[in-house]
């Protein structure tokens, strides 16, 4: 058995995206090989990523901070440890469930705030899960970011006064 362990916080304190390094390191793994993955936060879009080229994987709290995933290539994809469907997403970012429906209110959040919890949750989510965002102004920056991660926005006729709402869908 191969362990290998990639500490991909160096990557994102650069501002780089770590998912070409981490594909390097688990290609040549086998079914006996496990990768460690060392990052400041669960990578929950990375691991879903990991899971469809058959990679089982679980989250573990580190110390300080840190998330230890260990990751294998058992051909499940299966995704174990604290799954809350928003990991990484700032805490100035509430996520409440109404009347079926995941909602997500970025307003009074400082720019670019309110775009990176937007992208953050699209990266968690099942693409059957829909999500109503509760927005202050319409943001024109996210619609493209988006469409590469083949989710778009659609624009809600019920909102308050100084609102507005979006419905968050996969496809396009």
Not at 151 to 169: K, Q, S, V, Y
Request: proline content about 9%; some cysteine; hydrophobic content about 45%.
């Amino acid at each position: 058995m191969t362990l290998v362990t990639l500490d991909v916080r160096p990557l994102l304190a650069a501002g780089e995206d770590p998912l070409d390094s981490v594909v390097a390191a688990a290609t040549p793994l086998t079914p006996e090989d496990e990768l460690v993955l060392e990052a400041p936060f669960n990578p929950l879009p990375l691991r879903k990523i990991l899971a469809r080229i058959g990679f089982s994987s679980e989250a573990l709290s580190a110390p300080g901070g840190m998330w230890r995933i260990a990751c294998r290539r058992d051909g499940r994809g299966a995704l174990s440890g604290p799954e809350e469907g928003c990991a990484g997403l700032p805490a100035e970012a509430p996520l409440w469930r109404e009347d079926g429906q995941l909602h997500m209110d970025v307003r009074g959040l400082a720019m670019p705030l309110p775009l990176r919890a937007i992208l953050r949750l699209a990266g968690t989510l099942d693409h059957a899960e829909t999500v109503i965002i509760h927005h202050e102004r319409d943001p024109l920056f996210l619609y493209a970011e988006l469409a590469e991660l083949g989710w778009r926005l659609e624009r809600l006729d019920d909102a308050a006064p100084g609102e507005l709402r979006f419905r968050l869908i996969w496809g396009h």
